[in-house]
């Protein structure tokens, strides 16, 4: 079995869903001949041509907004938006196009398409290469959103993202495209969107987390299992319908929650699942569950590390929910 | 025929009109259109006058809540409808195409279902009215953010163009709608992807209350295709025919493998912007008046009289018959009833997500 | 004493904010002949003329983006966004620019503007003229945003909105504009933003709300007080900076809340106060706090009144968390 | 004298260049430029040259994380930088204006700053290398968001107009930049409000890896002038002399009520798009070699010297010069150190709110 990256996963999946249907096709800035800049479509263009891997002209909203032209016309795009912080010029496209199409008419016409964009910081990148705006999406009735975190699980996802007939967000943590090889089969697998993955079984309490931070999350995992705490870790994969059932399961056990993510604390999907623990499950609390989250303001460059939710603030938070 | 030799040069100095006002053909090339083709467009603009009066009815009795009147668009409307291949082109229409549905052929009983969002709309009661849609004859659902449907309707075009199937994707906005960024970011995509897209401005000179000289300094819409590498049609819009021969050239031309157009339709807005409008507040009675005795309708009366294919007899039969059509229509519409309130959590996605199904469980709960 | 309408409430704050200093002006789209959709700045454009009072094209990222650049040089300008739904085309410059001006240049420039919307539902008025999106401006550092939900307050707010250094994001519920009207003085007044109201002293259970929701909330709590239960209701009316600390104060005395708002529920502004609410009154808590909100889905027109929180829902909630 | 007679007419055939390739001056008007403003010019682009060298070299020993090659468009910034009131014009810059950044006479030990992104940064380190921004110069703060300065420039030059400063608004953008939405409702914004403001491309036929012909069909970046009714101007940007009189011209017709314009530089990037690119997976090296043939230092060395105004010495002791400046204020950058953790909560707001006071004691805490 093939050991890729992440970004190795992605390139392979788009190459098995184009090879499978002549209606998928890919585009965005620069996936032609560059293969894109961090090279998820190299070699796509080659094999499939410049109609099907198509460089489109340097405007997310035409990106977007073709897409679901195209998805209404019978092909399945999926759109690269070359970092999720310049998805907001397309915004509109996809909050009053691709997201309401099927609704507004009634299921007449339909936006089968998937957005993908790299995601997160950590790669010093400044607040315009480094943010995290799934709550966005989240929020947003009519969007799937995935934000994934393992090579294996983003080849799954990506090829189940583009088979799905209603507008998905795939977001890619960049900081993971090269951080890790798994084995990924070359045969033929889907992960279902919605369902989150459990990393670590434990007692003790609960980590829920998805994307970049789920590094984070599972080395403070281990720390505490070197001093005998057994967390239970959640990999939540997509956000946007969230696996409430496997959440609420595990909190249920231990009594105990962390809910961990980079993006921005306020009206955050970390604040989401907060709330919803704390709404099912208050009786069989032993603590409050709390966030680690990024900040409430621009991602900043000189401090990038410190944005984003560190082994030791989630350490932290940890013990207050222990403590407690 | 027309195909091989182009008529109409782009970037013309004055709009492109072919019948002047008194009715005679002043075009340079023989009219050559068959009798019972010329009845149809005169039938076609009256029916989106008469369905226009129709909204006004609706509005006052209270069983619609939003309309946005079209009188004085119906011959750039017939003249389009007529030029695209309708059923087999796309067409992604905005909130001021009713009369436009008309001639598309969407039956009055689905243009009502939709003006009263009850059973009898296809799109189940889920958008305001003058927000049509329909699968079945190519036309793209009406989305109310303006110019947010150009990107779509090039996109549909490039997927036309890679799959080859011939068709032409024809899209409708008014003159505000060019000021939107998405406007200017979806024709340039089409236009260099040499996709098969007509853009097509309705310019009625005002958004609302915004006169076009607050719009854009740009000597006219058409003038905006050179941004793109495109041809600029600038029409007399309330000539029914200078609209139906420019559109049907400039779409062969797409189909034909010419790439992108954009035309420019003169036209004007004889009613408020929309029922919640009040136009006296910002253009003068006077300017009204003057572009009313312009009416496109009337212009091509006296051409088919010219003809000799009008007289009062045909005039009131059919006036008769569209009204009777349109006050069955409505009935029928209105017998189809509410759509049922849970229904609201239908199509949201393929299948409803469980957040949709909990929220849905919340409403049941409350109408019991 | 006049009384006024919340719509004449604004065009009162604007025009005295305009009379006060000559560095405001109000641009947007129909806001000079028109005097706006709604008549907010009815009669401005004759007292100011066309360049203080200015039309502009039909673009929201040309009204936001170019209001960054005049407050950039000195003016104060209020836009107006025509419908809330439609502040999208314009997202990215509120995002991108406005919210991140002060943050990316060390504070060397800054955007004190104002970006005033109508908002939510109530009015028949389709998925795009009925959406809520305040969750959006809140989850985005940098923005400051407003609900109102009466004359009184949104003269108020609106003139400290226009002073404050910092670009404000400003949500009027059109479905309130004309609903009352009550005595707003002609003198000089601020309303702080960030600062709650406590519209009603109560001790069994706190209602959290703002904008349009505030109408069913206090019926609600009415209805309550019919069946002898005392329900404190709280009036956010500043979103972010939300005033947690009125909101604890008042769920730790009552040990029950329920938050109502007509956004949708998944990461939203209800979702991030009942987060807060779990994670630092758990012990005091008697029943989960609850969420009453509009759904995950476009907003539909034939079903225009079930969309928002009814009051029918606020008091099943209600009982949910009274019988807990 | 220039600004009463408009010497350069707009939407030219070809490139306006006054300079040719051997350094002929080859204008139909004289000169008429004091020698030391001509050795301003040159010493300019040398200096941008050899920041882009120095650069790399910051690159290479992980001084810093980005760099964004300008070499090859030394002349278009070094021309537009005198074009412009320095310190009473706004600047709207990009991020490959580094080059433009020291014509306009930012220091180069705030440039090192903000590449290394420590106290020496005006801006703290809050943004990427390569995003200068400094009050003092009314040079206005870079964003990454391509074309999302264009509407600020805009409002800019509105509110110049609405207070007579007699200030020009000056935006500079790349070929790809305009593709963006933002772009094009930005300055349609200025131009229909007859704002003084310029917008500048700077065309080096390439965003990253994509060639303006899947840019965008039109003729030139010029021709999409004619959408905002405003004057385009196509210019040689290798020609030092071309740039700095059509800028100075361009700008001063703003300053005196003319209204908006549109001005295409053509370039060519000789580095790779960025620290992070590899060009050569999309253009061929020949086209590079070819490119920098017609380097714009090495024209207007030539040009000086037939005027007798360069010789080598001189040349010698300017390169020394300048690289002593260089290598001395990165040196005094890199003295001033990293900037403190807790700063980054700053400057959010005027006053931070209470979550941030909250996020910042974790901070705090986790640093102890
Ligand atoms: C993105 C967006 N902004 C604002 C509006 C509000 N609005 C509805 S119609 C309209 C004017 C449109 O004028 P025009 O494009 O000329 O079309 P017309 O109504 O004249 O046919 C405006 C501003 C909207 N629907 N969408
Ligand atoms: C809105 C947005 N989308 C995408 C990007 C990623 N990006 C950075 S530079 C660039 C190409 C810009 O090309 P051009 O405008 O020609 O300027 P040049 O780099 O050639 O000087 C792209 C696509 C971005 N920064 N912003
Ligand atoms: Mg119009
Ligand atoms: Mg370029």
Request: charge should be negative; aromatic fraction near 8%; hydrophobic fraction near 40%.
């Amino acid at each position: 079995m093939p050991t890729l990256t992440m970004i190795q996963a992605i390139n392979a999946a788009l190459d098995e869903e184009m090879a499978r249907d002549a209606r998928v096709m890919v585009m965005g800035e620069d996936v032609g001949k560059r293969g894109g800049v961090f090279l998820a479509t190299e070699g796509l263009q080659q094999k499939y041509g410049p109609d099907r891997v198509m460089d489109s002209p340097l405007s997310e909203a035409a990106i977007i907004g073709a897409a679901v032209g195209m998805a209404a016309h019978g092909m399945r795009p999926v759109a690269e938006i070359q970092f999720a912080d310049y998805v907001f010029p397309g915004f509109d496209q996809l909050v009053s196009q691709a997201a309401k199409v099927r609704y507004r008419s009634g299921g007449q016409f339909t936006a089968p398409m998937v957005v993908r964009m790299p995601t997160g910081g950590g790669v010093k990148g400044g607040h315009h290469h480094s943010q995290s705006p799934e709550a966005h999406f989240a929020h947003t009735g009519g969007l799937k959103t995935i934000v994934v975190s393992t090579p294996y699980d983003t080849k799954g996802l990506l090829k189940s993202a583009i088979r799905d007939d209603d507008p998905v967000v795939f977001m890619e943590p960049k900081r993971l495209y090269r951080a890790v090889k798994e084995e990924v089969p070359s045969e033929e697998y889907l992960i279902p969107i919605g369902k989150a993955a459990i990393r670590r079984e434990g007692n003790d309490l609960t980590l829920v987390s998805y994307g970049g931070s789920m590094i984070e999350t599972q080395k403070a995992a281990e720390e505490l299992a070197g001093v005998g705490i057994s967390a239970e870790v959640i990999d939540l994969r997509t956000v946007m319908p969230w696996d409430k059932e496997t959440v609420l399961g595990s909190v249920a056990k231990t009594g105990r929650a962390l809910v961990i993510s980079e993006a921005p604390r306020m009206a955050s999907v970390a604040s989401e699942v907060a709330a919803t623990i704390a709404e099912e499950l208050l009786d069989q609390l032993e603590a409050p569950p709390l966030r680690v989250t990024g900040f409430d303001m621009p991602y900043p460059y000189a401090q990038d590390k410190l944005y984003m939710p560190t082994v030791t603030r989630i350490l932290n938070a940890a013990k207050r929910v222990l403590d407690y | 025929m027309i195909k091989d030799s182009w008529m109409f040069k782009p970037f013309s100095e004055k709009p492109i009109a072919l019948v002047d006002e008194q009715g005679n053909w002043v075009a340079d090339f023989p009219m050559e259109l068959p009798p019972d083709f010329l009845r149809g467009l005169y039938r076609d603009m009256l029916a989106a006058r008469l369905l226009d009066e129709k909204f006004v009815i609706l509005i006052r009795t209270g069983k619609t809540s939003f309309i946005a009147p079209h009188a004085g668009h119906e011959a750039a409307q017939a003249g389009l409808a007529q030029a695209l291949q309708r059923g087999h082109d796309w067409l992604f229409p905005y909130y001021r195409d009713m009369g436009l549905m008309v001639a598309m052929g969407m039956p009055f009983k689905e243009i009502f279902g939709q003006m009263l969002g009850n059973a009898a709309d296809p799109a189940k009661g889920r958008q305001m009215p003058s927000h049509p849609g329909s699968r079945a004859l190519n036309i793209f659902t009406v989305c109310s953010a303006i110019a947010s449907h150009i990107p779509p309707a090039a996109g549909a075009a490039i997927s036309m163009k890679l799959k080859g199937t011939g068709q032409v994707s024809v899209c409708t906005f008014g003159d505000g709608a060019t000021s939107e960024g998405d406007w200017y970011a979806g024709i340039n995509f089409a236009a260099v992807q040499g996709a098969p897209a007509v853009f097509v401005c309705l310019n009625n000179h005002y958004a609302i209350s915004v006169n076009l000289s607050h719009q854009t300094a740009a000597h006219s819409i058409a003038d905006k295709a050179h941004a793109f590498g495109i041809p600029g049609y600038h029409v007399d819009g309330m000539d029914v025919l200078a609209s139906y021969f420019v559109m049907r050239e400039v779409i062969e031309r797409a189909r034909a493998g010419h790439g992108t157009a954009l035309v420019e339709l003169e036209v004007y807005r004889y009613g408020p912007h929309s029922s919640a409008d009040d136009d006296s507040r910002y253009r003068p009675k006077e300017e009204v008046e003057a572009a009313k005795k312009r009416d496109p309708i009337e212009r091509f009366r006296r051409f088919l009289e010219k003809q000799g294919l009008w007289n009062l007899e045909w005039e009131e039969m059919l006036r008769a018959d569209l009204k009777a059509q349109i006050d069955r229509s409505l009935e029928e519409a209105e017998a189809m009833g509410e759509v049922p309130a849970l229904a609201m959590f239908d199509d949201v996605f393929a299948e409803p997500t469980w957040n949709l199904v909990e929220q849905r469980e919340l409403v049941r709960e409350e109408l019991r």
